[in-house]
């Protein structure tokens, strides 16, 4: 089946091509970074953790959203998922390769993570985090490649598999669950300790999931002759749209807890993603722009996202979910880690801005995602149309 | 430890995650702290503290007069100066590499909770030492995924700086701000040739870039019966002592002085304690 | 079954079996020069047999740095010969005897090509010379 992933048009030659390229300047950036140390970023004492678990944080999200696509189809028996099933659990194992790349980039001592397993600590919610990534990313990989490969050889996948497709649905829960419970349980974190954390990190992760396969498979749909068809796609509408909502009622809640409490712990931070926050005379707000652009863009989103399945019309579908993803991506993927470190636990403020090598590595680890995506989705893709032919 | 001991834990950890184990998991996970943590104070923390557990083993702790430290200027900057020289604390020269054991914070950065409404004017000005708490439940240690912070048998909130590997989950973790981490080499030079750690203490390691580190409240001090190196620099502004000892010479200051703890709602129980 | 392509995939194996053991056959019959540890002048006998030590002076290390670190034990030890030594101690201990690092570790540290990071925090003794 492997080889079907070195054929191709120039199109998908060309686009790996510029993927290559991308991991390559990430390599090189790394390599410095490597040298070093991670002051190359742009992390400091006050900001101690910057896009890199930032991005691992909102990517985990994007791996659990795997779960929308898989559970109707196996669970429900909704044959209209047939055919997204599959790039739902190979969307999973390029989200989890990102994650465990970003720790990894993220690492102050990269040759020693092993010693994590080495000297197993059931306290560190970090223990538990590496376990539950790594066995959803075995999970996936199994799962996916099993029904891949018997649909490859035109049979239904085999009955030992459903035991493991069964279980990698609520591990999904787990991995973000586990993933929020990084943040909310540290008791100095105003911002973090909610007990909302890992149910708004859910429903952003259903929204943000779907929406990048949606927009995936409408590019698809433009280059390829794989459709996911009409059904499958007014449905996926319908999760990306009601998980959205739940999570800007989440979002609703923490705003109202926050201000009506007035307790200065839990207004802080929030002034800061949204207003700019004083301190010793100078208004810090870096992020304002980004977070009222990610709520302007999320609230427009849901209703462009109903209209366009009214209409019909999949321009409009793109825009919305491109609009949502970009939207969940600067909530959770800056603001949310971000922020948390906004004031400091002195209450003084240090704004945090990413360096030019952070950035491409960060660029880079992205692209090491989205090829091995497309690999995946080659090969998905080339085996479903063949089948067909 | 000896080896076998160690290799047992090893085995006794992948247990737990095969779930073998996992009760003692559940258990540890309940009981918020790691298995190796000793201390417990007798005192119950502040309007949000819980009943203090029965001490158990040494916990040392430190009682900061601040209004010594504000009536003898220099004096903060003498003991931040004893320590960083003994332990071959880098100064890099900027807020963003910053590393630190020992500093001195401004009365509302040091004690946020309190209010800062109609204060009294030689409150703003008292420089309060701040350092490591060495809480008795420490969340950095909670927090830490290989154990490479941990609660010692003294009640020390220990760095070990050979197993760290750079997550900087503790660094969130600690509510006190008392953790840094090395963002590059601290035995590195500046622009015009200055090394970052002037003059090295030879009987003490350095640390190398990627971990973070701490105040260690001078084990290796303390291991030949010295005080720590602040205490001594501070010339009786500061108390040092085993808060469970009953009858030591912090107790007696402690039963008898006003003290206030840094974030006491937040459960940690801090071993620092201040006269104001 | 015919196989394709052996004109170049055969000599493409030589070609490859021979460069992986290049070092093999560039070396063989020459062990090189055996390095030459100085000997401590102050001290007959180490805190283990020399045997003990040349093999497994690694694993005594960590036991020493997991006991000093994490237990605090970083009490006095006996010798073999009943000769008594501080401190379990890299800077403090082991180098007050083998007081180059130069002359003692790396020595054999190169011969092996390993390359401990011992020294990375640690801090060597002044060479004298």
Not at chain 1, 66 to 74: A, I, Q
Not at chain 1, 145 to 169: C, E, N, Q, T
Not at chain 2, 87 to 93: A, I, L
Not at chain 2, 121 to 148: E, F, G, Q, W, Y
Request: glycine share 8%.
């Amino acid at each position: 089946m492997l080889e079907k992933a070195l054929k191709g048009s120039l199109l998908y030659k060309g686009w790996m091509a510029f993927l290559l390229l991308l991991i390559g300047v990430g390599v090189l950036c790394y390599g410095q970074q490597y040298q070093y140390g991670l002051g190359y970023t742009g992390m400091s004492r006050d900001v101690s953790w910057g896009l890199y678990i930032s991005q691992f944080t909102f990517l985990v999200g994007v791996a659990a959203g795997g779960l929308m696509l898989v559970l109707p189809y196996y669970i429900h028996d909704y044959k209209a998922f047939g055919r997204i099933t599959i790039l739902g659990e190979f969307m999973a194992i390029g989200a989890v390769a990102m994650c465990l790349m970003f720790i990894l980039a993220d690492l102050g001592q990269p040759i020693r993570a092993l010693n994590v397993m080495l000297h197993p600590t059931p306290n560190s919610m970090l223990f538990w985090d590496m376990i539950v990534l790594n066995v959803y990313l075995i999970l996936n990989v199994l799962c996916g490649w099993v029904v891949l490969h018997s649909h490859y050889k035109g049979v239904k996948y085999p009955k030992w598999i459903k035991p493991f497709i069964y279980l990698s649905i609520p591990w999904a829960i787990s991995i973000h669950t586990v993933t929020a419970f990084l943040y909310c349980g540290l008791p100095g974190r105003h911002f973090w300790l909610t007990a909302i954390l890992a149910p708004r990190f859910l429903a952003s992760a259903f929204a943000a999931g779907p929406s990048l396969l949606m927009i995936i498979a409408m590019v698809l749909k433009r280059t390829t002759k794989f459709d996911i068809g009409r059904t499958a796609q007014d449905k996926l509408v319908t999760i990306i749209g009601y998980a959205a909502m739940l999570n800007f009622f989440f979002v609703a809640c923490e705003v109202f807890v926050a201000y009506y409490s007035n307790l200065p712990g839990h207004m802080h931070t929030l002034d800061y993603l949204f207003f700019g926050l004083e301190h010793d005379g100078h208004v810090y707000n870096n992020l304002v722009p980004f977070m009222r652009f990610s709520m302007a863009a999320g609230l427009i989103a849901i209703p462009l996202l109903f209209l366009s399945r009214a209409k019909q019309c999949d321009g409009m579908l793109v825009a919305a979910c491109a609009l949502l993803f970009v939207s969940l991506w600067i909530d959770k993927g800056l603001g949310l880690v971000l922020g948390g470190f906004v004031p400091n636990m002195m209450n003084q403020v240090t704004e945090y801005y990413p360096s030019l090598g952070e950035i491409c590595i960060t660029i880079g680890v992205w692209s090491a995602g989205f090829f091995i995506l497309s690999l995946l989705y080659k090969i998905a893709i080339t085996v479903t149309l063949e089948n067909e032919a | 430890m000896d080896s076998n001991r160690r290799k047992f834990l090893k085995l006794a950890g992948l247990g737990a995650i095969a779930g073998v184990a996992a009760p003692s998991a559940f258990n540890s996970l309940l009981k918020g702290e790691a298995i190796a943590s000793s201390g417990g104070h007798a005192e119950s923390a502040g309007h949000g503290g819980h009943a203090a557990a029965a001490p158990t083993g040494k916990q040392y702790g430190l009682v900061i007069d601040v209004k010594q430290f504000a009536d003898t200027p220099g004096l903060g900057e003498h003991c931040i100066r004893a320590c960083h020289s003994l332990h071959n604390v880098p100064d890099f020269g900027n807020k963003k590499d910053e590393i630190k054991w020992i500093w001195i914070e401004k009365y509302e950065n040091a004690f946020p909770e309190h209010s800062n409404y109609k204060r009294n004017a030689d409150l703003h000005k008292m420089p309060i030492v701040t350092l490591c708490n060495h809480c008795s439940k420490p969340p950095c240690v909670r927090a830490c995924p290989t154990k490479a912070t941990f609660k010692n048998k003294d009640g020390i909130v220990m760095m070990d700086f050979h197993r760290c590997i750079g997550c900087r989950f503790c660094m969130a973790a600690c509510p006190y701000g008392a953790r840094s981490f090395n963002w590059r080499d601290p035995r590195g030079k500046n622009e015009i040739g200055k090394p970052f750690i002037s003059r090295i203490n030879p009987d003490f390691p350095t640390r190398t870039r990627g971990v973070v580190e701490k105040c260690n409240f001078c084990s290796e001090r303390l291991a030949k019966g010295l005080q720590p190196a602040c205490v001594e620099a501070a010339g009786g502004a500061m108390i040092f002592g085993d808060l469970n000892d009953p009858g030591s010479e912090i107790n007696k200051v402690l039963s008898e002085k006003f003290t206030i703890q840094r974030k006491p709602s937040l459960g940690t129980n801090p071993s620092l304690f201040y006269i104001l | 079954m015919p196989m394709y392509d052996m004109n170049k995939i055969l000599p493409g194996l030589i070609i490859f079996a021979g460069l992986m053991t290049f070092p093999i056959w560039y070396n063989s019959g020459n062990a090189g020069a055996v390095p030459k540890p100085e000997k401590p002048t102050n001290a007959k006998e180490c805190v283990r047999p020399t045997d003990y030590m040349r093999t497994s002076h690694m694993v005594l290390l960590n036991e020493y740095r997991d006991a000093v670190v994490r237990d605090g034990e970083r009490g006095a030890i006996k010798d073999a010969g009943g000769v008594e030594y501080d401190e379990k101690s890299l800077m403090l201990g082991c180098m007050k005897c083998h007081v180059s690092a130069k002359k003692f570790c790396d020595e054999c540290h190169t011969y092996a090509a390993v390359k401990p990071y011992c020294w990375e925090c640690h801090i060597q003794p002044k060479e004298t010379n």
